[in-house]
């Protein structure tokens, strides 16, 4: 019963946070955006006092049931090892030993990397911002690919209720960090069961040295107990001792209260109750803080996308539409980050790289970053879309405060950087062609159009950027007729201001 | 008609056709799709048109001209094989060209822009398969797109290897019916005309041609500034050149009803060539599909007097019922348009004077609907900068048509027509060739033959995306200087 009760709370778990990940539209995050606030390790980023010491009461009370319902990743692990047991013998497990010396160290190399502010290797390991990058990088390509059938079969009914949304892949070192971490998560589950969260999770481990003390917890009575080996070899965890001579043990620190043993038990020997006398082994050990290289240096983001471009044609003919090319990333001095995230710093301390306000940018804007100290976390590039002002979802979604909530109100007003004008782009100038976009787009009117020739007030008109007012949205520079490489492009800023 | 349904009538249908198809498959049977379609067909296949095509005898060269002429700039296309935009699907040319001649077409008018520049080559192909004399051919002098700084000469060089590649493409020696090709546009209306046709010497060249027996009929295409009509016509009355026809743009909405500035009133143009005995070719007499897709209430007016009349018949009938009318052009892209009108003009029952009077009411209705005057001609296309203007446009005139434009946040269906609005302008016009990107460069203005005010058309589109994007209809925005 507690088994089926906790499947059943672990699959509207899983199946949400997922759904989170896969759903451009923003409909799940209004009604299960709080499913992702619960998860460990965003809230101590987030500095989230309430979730956190509600989820040490939890565990303190209940075992580690965290990892068996709450976390994405505990949970695709039970379903990876669930499919992998249709095909390989019924009791796979055994007991093993305690990794505690790796735990702890992984532990407290992780600690010093949230101190010292290295996001790349906090991203790494945080269980929840794995599984996030798995689902983005891997599944959501089928989503919308599932999606876009259904809008294409749609639009030739007249419906209006789906609608077709351009995928592109948004990083190649994030595409490659989600195969790999999926591959170890896989085979690991496949092969131990929970492995990953009883020797490398850092989670797993702070939550685990907390079950040890649990209020409620599987418990073995001796007495009942004939050794058969039954629950010990069905524990994922590797965490039931049971050897001829000794009295049964478990490792309340490894075990993630799945209930599979219970089940299992033909002697009743086992229940999940409050322990009589508690028959905890006892075994601990810090680590020592590793160090760590500071060294920034890039790595390929972006693939190329090779732009064909054709000559105009000799002379004009009525139809057919030009060809666009397509534009260029322009080499920013500071990166942009997104509004409600501060800072640069404030976004590389508090960020797991989860990708879910990369997943949920509705204006293809987010992508992660290929910086090795910021790996994977969220940087801005406005060559496919703008950041734009009704929206706040990626401030709406973060579960860490990297990105801080926002009003679209706060937004409208929060510099993030400022527009630069690249006068041998400008079509006036290269074109002779009137234009001012950039102008009639600026949301806050920081541009305005001058004559080109001081001396000439009918002389074609450029832009001028009033950096005062710009906010950085980078309406103008995506709107900016100039290909590849836009006439005006936005210049982050480490701090953000309200102006 | 608006034939939308909502997302549960959807999946249900969805949820049906797929099971229906699961279900028949087997048998190999049809689907729900196919049987919408065999009900349609019957629709048409019941009035197969049988009646005899109504002809008007040119006076100038006696041709018998079928009064439905073949418009050839709007042919089903497809995708060129060397990647290059769109091609005319032959195919689908051949048999609509086979078709109109079996049912008494027997003039077709192209142009060497057409269809991407590909329209004359794709008639070549379908009409040398009949009889060199059992058509009349008119094409066009289309040297409007010649660059504007090109000197007399090269204006020269250019018009004549553009009319001896329009004999090459349409496989002849000859030419029924030739037009100096829509004149009256430009920002200077008349230096556009001398700088295409006078400076140039190329109108001297045509009549050359004429005298040698290779162009049988001279003429021009009109759209625009009057003060060119009425010059062209005191030309003809001075006996400097003769107009053997000429095509105009005539239709019951701008009858009376031309926008005022931008286009002349079809009253004033056709009446001044008959008085002259001038034979009048009709061009947008159906403005591009947008007599046919009307609005709702206007649809029902002309519905309610006959429920089994088309509203194009009504067009059409408007459009061939004067004498004075030697040919009525219709780009029929699809057979279902090809068998209307075969319809409607085999033969053609002349417009009673009752029945002009309703359709100048209607015209009244339509006049006062905000649509914009596009026809989908595409002579603005390419945009330079990638936009899909008449995409762009269409789109809006669809939601104007469909009662999808919103006023404000608090419409009562607000929702659905903001929804209608982005989701189809998404789906009609990629991002990048939506009107953000306009940039104002005014290059599309003089190709337009409506003379839309394209720029501030794609500035009030545009604004009006934005204020459904940002939720913000019908609120107080700040005037910007």
Same mark, same amino acid.
């Given at each position: 019963?507690?088994?089926?009760?906790?499947?059943?709370?672990?699959?509207?778990?899983?199946?949400?946070?997922?759904?989170?990940?896969?759903?451009?539209?923003?409909?799940?995050?209004?009604?299960?955006?709080?499913?992702?606030?619960?998860?460990?390790?965003?809230? !101590?980023?987030?500095?989230?006092?309430?979730?956190?010491?509600?989820?040490?009461?939890?565990?303190?009370?209940?075992?580690?049931?965290?990892?068996?319902? $709450?976390?994405?990743?505990?949970?695709?692990?039970?379903?990876?090892?669930? $499919?992998?047991?249709?095909?390989?013998?019924?009791?796979?497990?055994?007991?093993?030993?305690?990794?505690?010396? @790796?735990?702890?160290?992984?532990?407290?190399?992780?600690?010093?990397?949230? !101190?010292?502010?290295?996001?790349?290797?906090?991203?790494?390991?945080?269980?929840?911002?794995?599984?996030?990058?798995?689902?983005?990088?891997?599944?959501?390509?089928?989503?919308?690919?599932?999606?876009?059938?259904?809008?294409?079969?749609?639009?030739?009914?007249?419906?209006?209720?789906?609608?077709?949304?351009?995928?592109?892949?948004?990083?190649?070192?994030?595409?490659?960090?989600?195969?790999?971490?999926?591959?170890?998560?896989?085979?690991?589950?496949?092969?131990?069961?929970?492995?990953?969260?009883?020797?490398?999770?850092?989670?797993?481990?702070?939550?685990?040295?907390?079950?040890?003390?649990?209020?409620?917890?599987?418990?073995?009575?001796?007495?009942?107990?004939?050794?058969?080996?039954?629950?010990?070899?069905?524990?994922?965890?590797?965490? $039931?001792?049971?050897?001829?001579?000794?009295?049964?043990?478990?490792?309340?620190?490894?075990?993630?209260?799945?209930?599979?043993? @219970?089940?299992?038990?033909?002697?009743?020997?086992?229940?999940?109750?409050?322990?009589?006398?508690?028959?905890?082994?006892?075994?601990?050990?810090?680590?020592?803080?590793?160090?760590?290289?500071?060294?920034?240096?890039?790595?390929?983001?972006?693939?190329?996308?090779?732009?064909?471009?054709?000559?105009?044609?000799?002379?004009?003919?009525?139809?057919?539409?030009?060809?666009?090319?397509?534009?260029?990333?322009?080499?920013?001095?500071?990166?942009?980050?997104?509004?409600?995230?501060?800072?640069?710093?404030?976004?590389?301390?508090?960020?797991?790289?989860?990708?879910?306000?990369?997943?949920?940018?509705?204006?293809?804007?987010?992508?992660?970053?290929?910086?090795?100290?910021?790996?994977?976390?969220?940087?801005?590039?406005?060559?496919?879309?703008?950041?734009?002002?009704?929206?706040?979802?990626?401030?709406? !979604?973060?579960?860490?405060?990297?990105?801080?909530?926002?009003?679209?109100?706060?937004?409208?007003?929060?510099?993030?950087?400022?527009?630069?004008?690249?006068?041998?782009?400008?079509?006036?100038?290269?074109?002779?062609?009137?234009?001012?976009?950039?102008?009639?787009?600026?949301?806050?009117?920081? $541009?305005?159009?001058?004559?080109?020739?001081?001396?000439?007030?009918?002389?074609?008109?450029?832009?001028?950027?009033?950096?005062?007012?710009?906010?950085?949205?980078?309406?103008?520079?995506?709107?900016?007729?100039?290909?590849?490489?836009?006439?005006?492009? !936005?210049?982050?800023?480490?701090?953000?201001?309200?102006? | 008609?608006?034939?939308?349904?909502?997302?549960?009538?959807?999946?249900?249908?969805?949820?049906?056709?797929?099971?229906?198809?699961?279900?028949?498959?087997?048998?190999?049977?049809?689907?729900?799709?196919?049987?919408?379609?065999?009900?349609?067909?019957?629709?048409?296949?019941?009035?197969?048109?049988?009646? *005899?095509?109504?002809?008007?005898?040119?006076?100038?060269?006696?041709?018998?001209?079928?009064?439905?002429?073949?418009?050839?700039?709007?042919?089903?296309?497809?995708?060129?094989?060397?990647?290059?935009?769109?091609?005319?699907?032959?195919?689908?040319?051949?048999?609509?060209?086979?078709?109109?001649?079996?049912?008494?077409?027997?003039?077709?008018?192209?142009?060497?822009?057409?269809?991407?520049?590909?329209?004359?080559?794709?008639?070549?192909?379908?009409?040398?398969?009949?009889?060199?004399?059992?058509?009349?051919?008119?094409?066009?002098?289309?040297?409007?797109?010649?660059?504007?700084?090109?000197?007399?000469?090269?204006?020269?060089?250019?018009? #004549?290897?553009?009319?001896?590649?329009?004999?090459?493409?349409?496989?002849?020696?000859?030419?029924?019916?030739?037009?100096?090709?829509?004149?009256?546009?430009?920002?200077?209306?008349?230096?556009?005309?001398?700088?295409?046709?006078?400076?140039?010497?190329?109108?001297?060249?045509?009549?050359?041609?004429?005298?040698?027996?290779?162009?049988?009929?001279?003429?021009?295409?009109?759209?625009?500034?009057?003060?060119?009509?009425?010059?062209?016509?005191?030309?003809?009355?001075?006996?400097?050149?003769?107009?053997?026809?000429?095509?105009?743009?005539?239709?019951?909405?701008?009858?009376?009803?031309?926008?005022?500035?931008?286009?002349?009133?079809?009253?004033?143009?056709?009446?001044?060539?008959?008085?002259?005995?001038?034979?009048?070719?009709?061009?947008?007499?159906?403005?591009?599909?947008?007599?046919?897709?009307?609005?709702?209430?206007?649809?029902?007016?002309?519905?309610?007097?006959?429920?089994?009349?088309?509203?194009?018949?009504?067009?059409?009938?408007?459009?061939?019922?004067?004498?004075?009318?030697?040919?009525?052009?219709?780009?029929?892209?699809?057979?279902?348009?090809?068998?209307?009108?075969?319809?409607?003009?085999?033969?053609?029952?002349?417009?009673?004077?009752?029945?002009?009077?309703?359709?100048?009411?209607?015209?009244?209705?339509?006049?006062?609907?905000?649509?914009?005057?596009?026809?989908?001609?595409?002579?603005?296309?390419?945009? #330079?900068?990638?936009?899909?203007?008449?995409?762009?446009?269409?789109?809006?005139?669809?939601?104007?048509?469909?009662?999808?434009?919103?006023?404000?946040?608090?419409?009562?269906?607000?929702?659905?027509?903001?929804?209608?609005?982005?989701?189809?302008?998404?789906?009609?016009?990629?991002?990048?060739?939506?009107?953000?990107?306009?940039?104002?460069?005014?290059?599309?203005?003089?190709?337009?033959?409506?003379?839309?005010?394209?720029?501030? *058309?794609?500035?009030?589109?545009?604004?009006?995306?934005?204020?459904?994007?940002?939720?913000?209809?019908?609120?107080?925005?700040?005037?910007?200087?």
């Amino acid at each position: 019963m507690l088994r089926k009760i906790r499947i059943a709370l672990a699959a509207i778990f899983f199946i949400l946070i997922t759904g989170l990940f896969l759903d451009f539209t923003g409909t799940l995050q209004q009604y299960f955006g709080w499913m992702v606030k619960l998860q460990f390790l965003p809230a !101590v980023l987030a500095l989230n006092v309430v979730v956190i010491i509600a989820l040490l009461a939890l565990t303190l009370a209940f075992g580690r049931i965290y990892c068996s319902v $709450i976390c994405p990743m505990g949970v695709f692990q039970d379903v990876v090892a669930w $499919i992998s047991r249709l095909f390989k013998k019924k009791n796979p497990y055994s007991y093993s030993k305690p990794k505690s010396i @790796l735990r702890y160290a992984v532990l407290a190399v992780f600690v010093v990397a949230i !101190v010292a502010g290295v996001g790349s290797f906090v991203a790494l390991l945080a269980p929840y911002s794995s599984y996030g990058r798995i689902v983005t990088n891997l599944l959501q390509p089928v989503y919308i690919a599932g999606n876009n059938v259904l809008a294409g079969i749609a639009e030739g009914r007249g419906n209006y209720d789906f609608y077709a949304v351009e995928y592109w892949m948004r990083g190649l070192p994030t595409l490659i960090v989600a195969v790999c971490s999926l591959v170890v998560v896989v085979v690991l589950a496949c092969v131990g069961g929970r492995t990953y969260c009883n020797t490398i999770c850092p989670v797993g481990t702070v939550l685990g040295f907390f079950a040890r003390f649990s209020w409620l917890k599987p418990y073995i009575d001796a007495d009942k107990c004939k050794n058969c080996q039954k629950c010990s070899k069905n524990c994922k965890a590797a965490a $039931i001792n049971i050897q001829k001579g000794m009295a049964p043990t478990i490792d309340y620190s490894r075990c993630v209260t799945c209930g599979n043993c @219970l089940e299992q038990c033909s002697f009743g020997a086992l229940t999940y109750c409050h322990p009589a006398k508690g028959t905890t082994p006892k075994n601990s050990g810090d680590g020592q803080p590793a160090d760590s290289g500071r060294r920034a240096f890039l790595t390929a983001t972006a693939v190329a996308t090779g732009a064909a471009v054709a000559k105009a044609q000799e002379m004009k003919v009525d139809g057919g539409l030009a060809i666009i090319e397509d534009k260029k990333i322009p080499e920013r001095q500071t990166k942009l980050t997104p509004p409600g995230s501060l800072s640069a710093r404030n976004l590389a301390k508090h960020c797991t790289a989860c990708q879910l306000c990369i997943a949920e940018c509705p204006n293809g804007v987010l992508r992660p970053s290929g910086n090795l100290m910021t790996l994977m976390q969220p940087e801005m590039s406005y060559e496919r879309g703008y950041c734009r002002p009704e929206c706040t979802r990626c401030s709406e !979604v973060c579960p860490t405060g990297a990105i801080k909530l926002i009003t679209k109100e706060d937004k409208s007003s929060t510099q993030i950087g400022h527009a630069v004008w690249v006068k041998k782009n400008c079509v006036p100038l290269t074109d002779g062609k009137e234009c001012g976009n950039c102008e009639r787009h600026c949301p806050t009117h920081a $541009i305005q159009m001058v004559p080109s020739d001081p001396n000439d007030e009918k002389s074609i008109k450029i832009p001028v950027v009033n950096i005062e007012k710009c906010i950085g949205c980078g309406t103008c520079e995506n709107l900016c007729p100039a290909r590849p490489f836009s006439a005006i492009y !936005v210049e982050g800023h480490e701090v953000h201001k309200m102006i | 008609m608006s034939k939308e349904i909502n997302r549960r009538d959807f999946l249900k249908t969805l949820g049906a056709s797929t099971a229906a198809v699961a279900g028949v498959s087997l048998a190999g049977c049809t689907n729900v799709k196919d049987t919408m379609a065999q009900e349609n067909a019957k629709a048409y296949t019941d009035a197969e048109p049988s009646g *005899e095509m109504t002809y008007r005898v040119n006076p100038n060269s006696n041709d018998k001209v079928s009064i439905l002429g073949y418009g050839c700039m709007r042919w089903p296309m497809i995708d060129n094989p060397d990647g290059q935009g769109q091609i005319p699907d032959q195919e689908q040319v051949n048999e609509l060209v086979d078709y109109a001649f079996a049912h008494g077409i027997n003039y077709f008018d192209t142009a060497p822009v057409y269809c991407q520049g590909h329209s004359e080559h794709a008639m070549g192909i379908a009409l040398s398969r009949h009889p060199r004399d059992s058509y009349f051919l008119a094409t066009k002098m289309s040297n409007q797109r010649v660059p504007a700084d090109a000197t007399p000469e090269e204006v020269f060089r250019l018009s #004549k290897a553009m009319y001896e590649n329009s004999l090459k493409e349409l496989q002849t020696d000859y030419l029924d019916y030739y037009l100096l090709h829509s004149i009256g546009g430009g920002d200077d209306s008349m230096a556009f005309l001398n700088h295409r046709f006078f400076d140039s010497g190329v109108l001297d060249f045509m009549v050359e041609q004429k005298r040698l027996g290779k162009v049988r009929n001279l003429g021009f295409s009109f759209h625009g500034d009057v003060k060119i009509f009425d010059y062209m016509l005191q030309l003809h009355d001075e006996g400097k050149y003769h107009w053997d026809f000429v095509q105009i743009q005539m239709n019951y909405v701008d009858w009376e009803h031309a926008a005022p500035g931008r286009n002349v009133n079809g009253v004033y143009l056709y009446n001044e060539l008959h008085k002259r005995g001038i034979p009048v070719v009709i061009m947008e007499p159906l403005l591009g599909g947008r007599l046919s897709n009307l609005p709702d209430h206007v649809l029902a007016v002309l519905k309610q007097r006959d429920p089994e009349a088309t509203a194009a018949s009504w067009a059409f009938r408007f459009a061939g019922s004067p004498e004075g009318v030697l040919c009525v052009l219709s780009g029929m892209t699809y057979k279902e348009h090809l068998l209307d009108n075969l319809r409607t003009y085999s033969p053609l029952k002349v417009l009673t004077d009752d029945e002009n009077k309703f359709l100048e009411d209607a015209a009244g209705l339509i006049h006062k609907y905000p649509l914009i005057e596009c026809n989908d001609c595409k002579y603005c296309m390419p945009c #330079k900068y990638g936009l899909d203007i008449p995409g762009i446009l269409l789109h809006y005139n669809k939601c104007v048509n469909q009662g999808n434009l919103a006023e404000s946040t608090t419409d009562s269906n607000y929702e659905r027509a903001r929804k209608i609005f982005l989701v189809g302008y998404d789906r009609s016009v990629p991002k990048l060739r939506q009107a953000d990107h306009c940039i104002g460069c005014r290059d599309c203005v003089q190709e337009c033959p409506q003379r839309i005010d394209i720029p501030s *058309e794609m500035q009030r589109i545009n604004a009006y995306v934005e204020a459904l994007r940002q939720g913000t209809l019908g609120q107080e925005t700040e005037e910007k200087a």
